[in-house]
């Protein structure tokens, strides 16, 4: 859901459009090629959002070296990968480090087995916190690597 909820916030905002941002979601233990969840594709098409091109991906099949920023939903993911690839600790965080809007509470739970309810909450968790995020986000300018 992080991912579609990103690229339609990106796609509302021109400032945003420009930046050419590449957005790409993966799971630690996602089955490569899965579709998305029935649930997660419910609440999302209530935003007009379609998951049906939505295929998943595996971390591990992405060379994370080559990413600017490296978000997780949980404390846990982002301890696995900094555990696995400590040279990119400095571009792992968390949505809620990110976007400093819950100091509480500085992971997103999955809802995976949950209701549909829960898919709503959660959907609308990220969805705000991708929004606080993108204020931070719509000045800041990523330096090319040669």
């Known amino acids: 859901m992080a991912e579609y909820l990103l690229k339609e916030l990106i796609a509302e905002k021109e400032e945003l459009k420009a930046k050419?941002?590449?957005v790409l979601s993966a799971g630690i233990s996602a089955v490569k090629g899965a579709d998305a969840n029935e649930k997660a594709s419910t609440v999302m098409a209530e935003l007009n959002i379609d998951l049906a091109e939505h295929s998943s991906h595996n971390i591990e099949d992405?060379?994370?070296t080559r990413e600017d920023l490296i978000?997780?939903?949980?404390r846990k993911h982002s301890r696995a990968l900094v555990l696995?690839?400590?040279d990119l600790a400095d571009k792992i965080f968390t949505l809620k480090e990110l976007s400093e809007l819950d100091a509480e509470?500085?992971?997103i739970q999955d809802p995976f087995g949950l209701s549909e309810a829960v898919y709503r909450e959660t959907r609308d968790e990220i969805r705000d916190n991708l929004?606080?995020?993108l204020e931070k986000l719509k000045n800041f300018e990523l330096i090319e690597e040669d």
């Open 105 to 107: 509470s500085r992971d």
């Open 20 to 22: 050419n941002w590449e």
């Open 84 to 86: 696995k690839h400590p």
């Open 71 to 74: 978000i997780t939903m949980t």
């Open 131 to 133: 929004k606080a995020l």
């Open 62 to 64: 992405i060379e994370l």
